[in-house]
């Protein structure tokens, strides 16, 4: 719409649009409501087949051999980015997510968001799928890849915080998963860009 961040106006949309205000409020709502209906076909965790196509890339790609392998996806907190601060509540906005992907292409299979910007990862960790129903998530000696600001857990494999990331060894295994490394309509439309993307490519 030829705007800058968060800079759009209703009636600025409205009026390069040539519709009322109300119109572009309920086209909206309509877009969201179509988006979000497909939440289940494009935003999920995957099934044990699925998981171990992931395993055999990390396999071919890392060389993460034996246990290593059964780490299937990786975890991190980000924010959204607003152009100001808002004038009402600003210091409480709520910019945080939270998602898991996965290291072959980026798909995102699960997140949480709605917190503050100054929540710490592991908090939002604790809202995730993975985290209320980690048995639909790992099984086995499964685990998700997360960076220094997680706690180790039989579920989370973290990096080497200092003195210990000085190590030659635990630099080179940091090193590795470092390079693994909206909301919820957001999410759904990256999920289906690559799928479509995906299949054209495969054509």
Same mark, same amino acid.
Request: glycine share 4%.
């Given at each position: 719409m030829g705007q800058y961040g968060n800079g759009a106006s209703l009636e600025d949309i409205a009026c390069f649009a040539g519709c009322s205000e109300g119109a572009i409020e309920l086209y909206t709502t309509w877009c969201f409501t179509a988006i979000e209906s #497909?939440? +289940?076909?494009?935003?999920? #965790?995957? %099934?044990d087949k699925e998981k171990e196509e992931e395993k055999c890339w990390m396999d071919q790609h890392l060389e993460f051999k034996g246990t290593w392998r059964e780490g299937w996806v990786m975890y991190d907190g980000t924010t959204v980015v607003l152009y100001a601060k808002p004038a009402l509540n600003g210091d !409480?906005?709520? *910019?945080? @997510? /939270?998602? =898991?992907?996965l290291p072959s292409n980026l798909q995102i299979v699960d997140y949480s968001h709605g917190l503050t910007g100054s929540a710490h990862d592991t908090w939002a960790f604790e809202s995730t799928a993975a985290a209320k129903y980690p048995e639909g998530a790992f099984k086995g000696?499964?685990? $998700?890849?997360?960076? !220094? $600001?997680?706690? #180790? *857990? !039989?579920? %989370?494999? *973290?990096?080497?915080k200092k003195p210990a990331s000085l190590f030659p060894h635990n630099a080179a295994f940091d090193y590795a998963v470092a390079n693994l /490394?909206?909301? %919820?309509?957001?999410?759904? #439309? /990256? +999920?289906?860009?690559?799928?479509?993307? =995906? $299949? @054209?490519?495969g054509e």
């Open positions: #497909l939440h +289940n076909d494009f935003v999920c #965790l995957y %099934t !409480s906005y709520f *910019t945080r @997510k /939270h998602i =898991g992907n000696e499964e685990f $998700a890849w997360v960076d !220094s $600001a997680y706690p #180790l *857990t !039989s579920q %989370t494999i *973290t990096v080497h /490394h909206w909301m %919820t309509i957001a999410i759904i #439309l /990256h +999920n289906i860009a690559i799928e479509v993307e =995906g $299949a @054209k490519q």
